[in-house]
């Protein structure tokens, strides 16, 4: 389980976080949604160990996050997220060295069913591929963290669609979590189970999105705009 | 031991084409001087040339660490975002670095050596063991080098972890705090606590230059120059925990 | 990507809803297997946990039994979808004359309306 004690981040000129403190829940698909610069990179960094906070506690399991933390959580980021002179193949079996945990086989599976040619060159890739395969390397972990930061970001519909049906054959929620940060909420709001709203580097809920449905009967986005109009 | 080999290729595969542009130039400006040795009829020319490249790869390892170390720096997430100490990271990419200067090195210094033996001219050189000569500039050049690297790596991650609190600035920062170091180096150096830390453990080592005219009456077959061991076991230290230090910041301080 | 839901219901009755629907029609059998949770996730674009949760409601109504190890089936017990058939028919009906209501018509017009409209589309069948 993930913990969020008191956990503030302050950079020089701006604060990322402020007393956020969570626990959320494992064995589930969980979209960390909030407007732009509302603290949601800096939120998942911080699980992958990838940012300290200036104050509080970030834990998995009771344990402190730190760089190495990188053994139990698989993090995709928004940003590029391979050496670009190594072929497809090259950067599955880098990945495959460097994390115990990587299956090398069900990541040539996902290349597969995204349809990624293997013997590419990563430079060569189109943005869509490149998009497959940061899902691929990702996906291809038996570890029991997932985060996406905006994984769909600037694709077509055509690949985000081969995305979002790779994440649901390729996770298993009876030992993963999964945690995703989208501006594309509406799209993936059925693959959504739980959602965290933060505005602000404040959380402001943690909900089942069933129970939105049932209670306020709306959508994410909806809520979310709810939300941040009672806060503000 | 596959995590520390897949880090290994994958730092080849970073600087391959810095390696493989190294070694070609060191073949052009070797070769090409040594076509023009004929027409010029300069002594030695090709092989003080070598000397002096041999000797210019005392920038190679902190340069080649540069060069690797922004790569990675313009995703560090990549590099980061991995289970590895960071001392295997680093150590990575020192290793491939003390490897392909070893390799640049052994053309360049090898060439020069067999332009050495190639030399037509009359004229000698006042060195009795060229072997020995090598063998010593070499390991200074190599020491050297790490010497560099490794502080260059320190300071390059500190930059890293300054970049996220004060960002531009950070440069600066390093920067000053460089020249403050080698201030506070030569000053150090100067004191009785750096000659009690280093000034010991004389030891005679052969010298490779020739000492006949001073030496004659003497009937000395092999000169010697005293040489302090003290003095390789205090900077040895002080990298290791140079080295420690860049890891711990690597570890726990730099964010991306 | 899967289909469009209702952004004011849980999904997860949403598909009680239409595999009930589904099997009404016929487009599932009785004894049929459903896909499992995690095909039936993939081909309706929906958490596996979601879809879980619709295959127990489908079987605290009796609609489907879970056999061990061997997956989830439409039940074969017909007077069960006999009674889902006259669940659906009920409900259907409910929500009509709600909205007629909401419209202002009494339940005279609403039988006329009904009677009026079987009786054209019979004679434009003919």
Redesign the interface.
């Known amino acids: 389980m993930i913990t969020f004690e008191n956990v503030s981040k302050r950079?020089?000129t701006k604060q990322a976080l402020t007393d956020v403190s969570i626990s959320i829940p494992t064995?589930?698909?969980i979209g960390l949604v909030g407007s732009n610069g509302s603290g949601k990179s800096t939120f998942m960094?911080m699980i992958?160990g990838?940012?300290?906070p200036s104050k509080g506690n970030v834990m998995i399991d009771q344990e402190l996050t730190?760089?190495?933390t990188?053994?139990k959580v698989a993090?995709l980021?928004e940003?590029?997220?391979?050496?670009s002179?190594?072929s497809v193949k090259e950067t599955i079996?880098?990945f495959?060295?460097?994390?115990?945990d990587f299956d090398i086989e069900k990541a040539h599976e996902i290349i597969d069913f995204m349809e990624v040619d293997i013997n590419q060159k990563v430079k060569h890739l189109s943005k869509g591929n490149r998009g497959r395969l940061k899902i691929a390397l990702t996906l291809a972990r038996e570890v029991p963290i997932i985060l996406m930061d905006e994984p769909l970001s600037g694709l077509d519909?055509m690949v985000?669609?081969s995305i979002?049906?790779g994440l649901?054959?390729f996770i298993d929620?009876e030992k993963q979590t999964v945690i995703i940060t989208t501006h594309e909420v509406t799209?993936i709001?059925?693959?959504?189970?739980m959602v965290i709203a933060i505005r602000n580097g404040k959380v402001l809920a943690l909900e089942d999105?069933?129970t939105i449905?049932?209670r306020d009967?709306?959508?994410i986005v909806?809520w979310l705009k709810k939300l941040y109009l009672e806060e503000a | 031991m596959t995590n520390w080999s897949g880090l290994l290729r994958k730092e080849f595969r970073v600087t391959r084409t810095l390696l493989l542009g190294v070694i070609t130039f060191d073949l052009l400006v070797m070769i090409g001087f040594y076509l023009g040795s004929a027409k010029w009829e300069v002594p030695y020319l090709t092989a003080i040339i070598g000397g002096v490249l041999t000797g210019l790869h005392v920038f190679f390892l902190p340069l080649y660490l540069l060069i690797s170390l922004n790569t990675e720096g313009r995703n560090l997430h990549l590099w980061l975002h991995n289970p590895q100490s960071g001392a295997r990271l680093l150590g990575a990419k020192i290793l491939n670095g003390l490897l392909a200067l070893l390799i640049s090195m052994g053309i360049v210094s090898g060439l020069a050596l067999l332009a050495y033996n190639l030399e037509t001219s009359v004229f000698e050189f006042p060195i009795e063991n060229v072997w020995l000569f090598g063998f010593y500039f070499l390991t200074v050049i190599v020491a050297g080098s790490l010497y560099m690297g490794t502080w260059l790596t320190f300071y390059w991650t500190l930059y890293q972890v300054l970049k996220t609190y004060i960002g531009r600035w950070a440069v600066l920062f390093v920067l000053i705090l460089i020249g403050f170091m080698s201030w506070l180096s030569s000053w150090f150096d100067g004191t009785s606590i750096s000659k009690g830390l280093s000034d010991w453990g004389y030891v005679q080592l052969p010298s490779p230059l020739n000492m006949e005219v001073s030496q004659r009456e003497f009937d000395l077959t092999v000169s010697t120059f005293p040489f302090p061991i003290g003095n390789v076991v205090f900077d040895f230290i002080t990298l290791v925990l140079i080295f420690l230090l860049t890891c711990w910041l690597l570890d726990r301080k730099v964010e991306v | 990507m899967g289909e469009e839901f209702n952004p004011s219901k849980p999904i997860y009755l949403q598909l009680v809803d239409r595999i009930s629907w589904e099997i009404i029609k016929g487009e599932r059998k009785t004894g049929e297997k459903l896909p499992s949770v995690r095909e039936m996730a993939i081909q309706s674009g929906v958490n596996p946990n979601t879809v879980s949760r619709t295959y127990n409601e489908l079987e605290r109504m009796e609609i489907v039994e879970t056999k061990r190890g061997q997956g989830t089936f439409v039940t074969e017990q017909k007077e069960k979808l006999i009674q889902l058939r006259e669940q659906l028919k009920i409900n259907h009906i409910q929500n009509f004359i709600e909205e007629m209501k909401q419209m202002g018509f009494s339940s005279e017009d609403m039988i006329d309306g009904i009677r009026t409209y079987v009786t054209n589309e019979k004679e434009n069948q003919s």
């Open positions: 950079y020089l064995g589930k698909i960094k992958a990838l940012v300290s730190s760089r190495r990188a053994n993090y980021s940003l590029d997220a391979y050496y002179f190594f079996h880098f495959a060295t460097q994390f115990q519909p985000r669609d979002v049906k649901l054959s929620l799209e709001e059925p693959l959504l189970e999105v069933e449905r049932e009967r709306m959508r909806d």
